[in-house]
C-alpha cells in the first residue's frame, strides 16, 4: 500500500442526502451510516415452505442461506424493486397492515433481498401477477411470512420500508471461474446491502475494474492466479468505497469463501 492510498480521502453522498467523509483503506472509521427510508406500501406473498429450503440458490448467487448467513428471513423482489441484481442484499423491514389476516401485536420482521420474483405475464398485475412490473411486492420465504400474517391468507397488504442491513464480520467473497476469468459473489454486506461497483488488485497488478455479472457476482477476465488478492468496493446506496486489502492469499483457488475484516456500516 503507496502513502496515497493509505491517506486518501473522498466525499460521498448518503442515502439521507447528507454529504459524509469516507476514508479509504481504514477500517476503524465508519464515515458513512446509512439510514432507514420512510415507509411505503406494497404487498407480499410467500414461496417455499417452512423449512425455507426453496429460497436456496436464488437470482443473487448465494447459495446456501443457512451457512452464508441469511438464515430463514429472506424474500424475493420484483423485478421494479430488485434493480437488475443491484438490491442483492439490501434488507427491509415489513409489517402486515389493513388485513384480518395480520397477526396483532407484531410490529415488522426484517428480511433480506437474495431472489427474484419474476413477472408473470399470463396474468394480471392484481390477479397472480403480483411480481409485475410496475408493481412492488415481496415474496417472502414462509417462515419469514408468518411472522406477520397467517399463511392461509396468501397475500396480504404491507408497509416497508429499508434499513441497515447489520451482519458480523467483514465481506466475504465467493471464488469461481478459472486462471483467466474471476467470478466473485459478494456476501455478508452490511450498510446498505448493495454494491455498485467493484475492482480487484493482485499483488502484482494495479487496479482491474470488474463488470456486474448478474445478482451479487463480480467478473474480471485477468489472470490473477498466484497472487495474493485484494478489492475495492462501492456501496450503491451510499456510494462510500471500502479496500479491503489481502482478502486471498497467493494461493487462493475457485469453490472456496474468503473473508475479510471490514464492512459498510
Not at 34 to 51: K, M
Not at 177 to 200: C, E, P, S
Request: positive net charge; hydrophobic residues 40%.
Amino acid at each position: 500500500m503507496n502513502v496515497s492510498e493509505k491517506h486518501a480521502f473522498r466525499f460521498s453522498e448518503s442515502f439521507s442526502g447528507r454529504v459524509a467523509l469516507t476514508i479509504i483503506g481504514r477500517p476503524s472509521v465508519a464515515a458513512v451510516v446509512y439510514r432507514p427510508s420512510p415507509w411505503a406500501l406494497a404487498h407480499a406473498t410467500f414461496y417455499g415452505d417452512e423449512t425455507a429450503s426453496e429460497t436456496m440458490g436464488g437470482a443473487c448467487g448465494y447459495g446456501n442461506l443457512f451457512s452464508n448467513g441469511y438464515g430463514i428471513d429472506t424474500a424475493a423482489l420484483s423485478t421494479t424493486l430488485f434493480n437488475n441484481g443491484f438490491a442483492c442484499g439490501t434488507c427491509y423491514q415489513i409489517k402486515c397492515v389493513k388485513s384480518p389476516w395480520c397477526y396483532s401485536g407484531v410490529q415488522f420482521t426484517t428480511v433480506t433481498a437474495t431472489n427474484l420474483c419474476p413477472p408473470n405475464w399470463a396474468k394480471d398485475t392484481n390477479n397472480v401477477g403480483w411480481c409485475n412490473p410496475p408493481r412492488v411486492h415481496f415474496d417472502m420465504s414462509k417462515p419469514a411470512f408468518m411472522k406477520i400474517a397467517q399463511w392461509k391468507a396468501g397475500i396480504v397488504p404491507i408497509m416497508y420500508r429499508r434499513v441497515p442491513c447489520i451482519r458480523r464480520g467483514g465481506l466475504r467473497f465467493y471464488f469461481q471461474g478459472n486462471g483467466y476469468w474471476l467470478l466473485v459473489y459478494v456476501m455478508n454486506v452490511g450498510g446498505g446491502g448493495d454494491i455498485a461497483k467493484m475492482w480487484v488488485k493482485g499483488s502484482k497488478t494495479g487496479w482491474i475494474s470488474m463488470s456486474h455479472n448478474w445478482g451479487a457476482s463480480y467478473q474480471a477476465f485477468a489472470t490473477l492466479m498466484g497472487q495474493s488478492l485484494s478489492f475495492k468496493i462501492t456501496s450503491y446506496t451510499s456510494k462510500e468505497t471500502i479496500i479491503c486489502w489481502n482478502v486471498a492469499p497467493a494461493n487462493w483457488n475457485v469453490g472456496l469463501t474468503y473473508k475479510s475484516n471490514v464492512n459498510f456500516h
